[in-house]
């Protein structure tokens, strides 16, 4: 610790955010970045705590508390104090493979469970992440590092998002032939195709994968596992398989009027919105567009307000949020103590576009939809909803009421359900002896990671479900690991 009294003598201060109206008349990164001096302030105000929960990573209550890939959070902050910028690095890298995505994609449950937290606001961990990542490719020194040996293995891992691409990166570190399967046009999964380029620009993802290429990893993009490539002939040709595709499958929502066009899923119409950018600069016009509509957007949660940043960049005409709980507090509920993840109302970058630009910010609270209208061309026009009142029962299940007389009309052309996944798409997985779990996931222990096929392991969301960046990462680089021990009878990686 290099200062004691830094948490007295500075204020938090994350990256700084560029004007909200002008930053939707771009696809740029909407934030800025912060001088040397003001990063090395915000490390000093991490105290080096005896015993520190930033980096643990662990589920309390149903919630993230921590860092799941355990960063060195403590020592990296001291090293950018005392300007030690290159061994703060270094520590960084130990970890986590791309910090550079965690910087800037991660909600940050480190800063949630920060020691600080308690009585002040936390330590800016996620900036200063970031920061020491950015700082090492401008000064070169991240570097493209092949192992000096091979160990004659081969390694097929499907999927390239963040799990595929660390459990890529680590198991061939330890020297084993890795060829990574993409059933997109572009290497990234949801890193490329899931997340807006104003909040994680594409030539982000590509540095990284590129610099994996020079490791000599390789990358077959528009190659789809069960399609293209059975999974038979990928067992066949490689000594192991490391599954780590997305949770895919979509939740719906079964109202009436649901088969009305206009009505899309929103990880369909991000998808459809980034690939048009990056491959025509939206000249193609293929891709779902918002401009001059009413837009719903259901669903509360991170997906829903990427679709708020999309969309208000379209040039809607208006822009509503539905969240069907209430509006949450500023502080933390007594059912909600540190070092738990915050439960508090948050002004995400979308809300604060939507607000600049339209005048108001665009939730709307404890609203549950009860039927799409269309109109005579089968083309939604309105939605309409309730409002409901969410209460826990004595089963510990969630009971939602109905309260009468706030039935509404509300105008809409385009509707996108941000609800979240249920579980990874089955099409390949029910061609194969691999066990699923109750929730469709592919059933292997965590810690393990071994699936019932023999040589066959799976990681990430396919695993555990819908999650963080943070926890992909963590089971990519743990799988690799254990597939590492399956071949060699041993392993050195972490």
């Known amino acids: 610790m ?3 009294t830094g948490f007295i003598d500075y204020q938090r201060q994350t990256r700084p955010e560029r004007d909200p109206v002008e930053r939707t008349k771009d696809w740029n990164d909407y934030t800025l970045r912060l001088e040397d001096e003001e990063l090395q302030q915000q490390g000093a105000r991490c105290m080096d705590c005896g015993v520190p929960t930033c980096h643990t990573g662990t589920m309390i209550n149903g919630m993230t508390s921590g860092c799941p890939v355990h960063h060195l959070i403590p020592e990296w902050n001291d090293l950018v104090y005392q300007g030690q910028w290159k061994a703060a690095l270094e520590r960084e890298h130990k970890m986590n493979n791309f910090p550079e995505f965690t910087g800037m994609a ?12 308690i009585s002040e606001p936390p330590v800016a961990i996620r900036s200063i992440e970031l920061e020491i990542i950015e700082k090492g490719f401008k000064e070169g020194w991240v570097k493209a590092a092949p192992p000096s040996n091979r160990t004659g293995k081969k390694v097929a891992v499907v999927g390239s998002g963040p799990a595929g691409l660390a459990a890529a990166a680590q198991l061939n570190k330890a020297g084993h032939h890795v060829t990574v399967f993409e059933k997109s046009d572009r290497v990234g999964g949801l890193l490329t195709y899931g997340i807006p380029e104003m909040k994680l620009p594409y030539a982000i993802v590509e540095r990284r994968v590129n610099l994996l290429r020079e490791e000599e990893i390789e990358f077959k993009t528009n190659t789809e596992i069960g399609k293209d490539y059975s999974m038979e002939a990928l067992q066949a040709d490689h000594d192991a398989v490391v599954l780590c595709g997305g949770a895919a499958k979509h939740r719906d929502l079964e109202v009436e009027g649901r088969n009305l066009q206009g009505i899309h899923f929103a990880m369909d ?3 459809s919105n980034t690939k048009s950018l990056l491959d025509s600069n939206h000249q193609d016009g293929k891709y779902l567009s918002a401009e001059g509509k009413d837009v719903i957007v259901i669903g509360g949660g991170d997906t829903g307000t990427d679709c708020l940043a999309t969309s208000i960049r379209h040039g809607c005409k208006s822009l509503t949020q539905f969240d069907i709980y209430p509006k949450k507090g500023d502080e933390r509920e007594p059912d909600n103590p540190w070092p738990q993840w915050p439960v508090i109302h948050r002004v995400e970058y979308g809300h604060k576009e939507a607000a600049a630009v339209l005048g108001e910010d665009p939730r709307a609270y404890t609203v549950m939809t009860k039927r799409f209208i269309g109109d005579d ?68 222990e965590y810690g393990k990671y071994k699936t019932s ?13 819908q999650s963080l960046i943070v926890w992909a990462i963590n089971e990519g680089r743990e ?16």
């Open 2 to 4: 290099g200062k004691p």
């Open 106 to 117: 991660c909600p940050a449950p480190c800063e949630g469970a920060c020691v600080l937290g």
């Open 269 to 271: 119409f991000l998808h």
């Open 377 to 444: 061309n089968g083309h939604i026009k309105a939605v309409e909803t309730i409002n409901v009142e969410t209460k826990i029962d004595e089963n510990g299940k969630k009971v939602r009421n109905e309260i009468p007389g706030t039935e509404k009309e509300w105008p809409a052309q385009l509707v996108l359900l941000a609800i979240g996944f249920s579980g990874p798409e089955t099409n390949f997985l029910e061609k194969t002896n691999i066990e699923t779990d109750e929730r469709s996931n592919v059933k292997a």
């Open 453 to 465: 096929v023999e040589g066959v392991f799976a990681a990430g969301d396919m695993r555990r479900g």
């Open 479 to 494: 799988a690799a690991r254990e597939c590492d021990r399956y071949l060699m009878g041993h392993t050195s990686l972490p």
